[in-house]
């Protein structure tokens, strides 16, 4: 039988949890609401079981999205997953926020395949989270993406990928990606509208449950890959 996982996804604006018999989604909630990862992850999570009339215990595995993005949702995403993780003994999957963000643009690809995939998050200012990314196709899970070098905080300019762009077709997605458009403008870029949801976590989170790729609950952290940066709030002098 195929395993049952919780997905969630707080790396980014959005916030979301999937439940997944295997690759297929049995139940999601998401909201795009700012600042909301808090409040509504618990109450999404409670709606989901209750819906599918399951309890924690009843899923095989909690995986987590674990960074790199924002800073406050990641804690907020990692810290209940590990909660659920240790209040129940299910075991603890983590899965990249740009792996999700790379799966959901090979499955909503319907042109040609691209030579190379960018998913991007939004890091503020003309900044990215990146990594390259190709597709590969399996035989039980269909297209997945994998990640072909490593993730990294980027200054986007018109420079940037022109390398890689002259190679072939080259398809940027996730919210970093949408304000990139009037930067990269070479004519083998390709963008399209995905962004970040634990829709997008299943295959991923079935291929680590296969083959025991779990977490250690206590030590586990996400990736922020940047230090935590406060703003001063302005004062009158």
Known sequence: MQPVILLLETSTAICSVSLTRGTDILASRQSSEPKVHASLLAVFIDQILKEQRITLRDCNAVA?????GSYTGLRVGVSTAKGLCFGSSVPLIE????DLIAQLTAENNP?????????MIDARRMEVYTA????TDTKDMGKLAHREG??????VTAESFLDILEAGAVVFSGDGALKCRDVIVHPNARFIPVTSH???M??????AFREQKFEDVAYYTPFYLKE????RPKTDF
């Open 64 to 68: 987590v999205s674990g960074g790199p």
């Open 95 to 98: 899965v990249g926020s740009l």
């Open 111 to 119: 042109g040609e395949r691209p030579y190379r995939m960018f998913p």
């Open 132 to 135: 390259p990314y190709s597709i």
């Open 150 to 155: 490593p993730v990294e905080a980027m200054t």
């Open 198 to 200: 634990a829709n997008g």
């Open 202 to 207: 299943a295959k991923a989170a079935l291929k």
């Open 228 to 231: 935590f940066m406060a703003i």
